[in-house]
């Protein structure tokens, strides 16, 4: 699955900065990520009912939005 969204952002900063600004509209955490950089992430998403996908590993994040090297976190946006 690739996302064909043009609006998005890849990492921990500009997720977070979507987020809080309420322009992401899913949110994309790997579950292989290291939890002390996404926990954050997935509080503020609950806070705001956004919702929140899984996927396997970091590898397959960034390969879903077309980067070449491994992702923690990513968002599509409004």
Known sequence: MKVENNKKVIGKKQTQRALVKDQA????????A??????DIIEIS?????EVIYVDTM???GKM???DVKA???ATLK
């Open 25 to 32: 509209t899913h949110i994309y955490i790997a579950e292989d």
């Open 34 to 39: 290291d939890k002390k950089v996404v926990n």
């Open 46 to 50: 609950n806070d705001k009912k956004i």
């Open 59 to 61: 590898e397959n994040l």
């Open 65 to 67: 939005f077309g980067i």
């Open 72 to 74: 923690a976190v990513a």
